[in-house]
């Protein structure tokens, strides 16, 4: 299975499976909050990078876009409200997802890293 990069920078930043990112909270093992923190991070940077929030929510596994929005404006009301916990994760995330589409665009065009 395929997975975007703020997927795999998400499960790397927050150190925990990518497919823990996918699991519904009905599904899910244990309900820690850290996870529901990557969570709501990795959808709201998906949303940040133009995916639709029905394109976002069959990345996730959700059954329609309304958790989607509900994450993409928790992450928003944190951020304006300058929570200590989600601005280094968002910011941290969202530079190592650009490093790393800049690293696969040089290999793809042929330059050598």
């Known amino acids: 299975m395929r997975h975007t990069l ?3 920078e998400t499960a790397y930043y927050f150190d925990i499976p990518i497919e823990e990112l996918k699991r519904s909270p009905g ?3 244990t309900v820690v909050q850290e996870l529901a923190t990557a ?3 990795a959808r709201y940077l998906e949303r940040e990078r133009g995916l639709s929030l029905g394109e976002i929510a069959a990345l996730y596994g959700c059954a329609d876009h309304t958790s989607i929005l509900a994450s993409v404006r928790h992450i928003e009301e944190r951020l304006r409200a300058g929570d200590a916990r989600y601005t280094p994760a968002v910011q941290a995330i969202s ?3 650009q490093a790393r589409q800049r690293e696969i665009i040089g290999i793809e065009g042929g330059i050598c890293p």
């Open 95 to 97: 530079l190592a997802v």
């Open 27 to 29: 599904r899910m093992r």
């Open 39 to 41: 969570r709501h991070v």
């Open 6 to 8: 703020v997927q795999i």
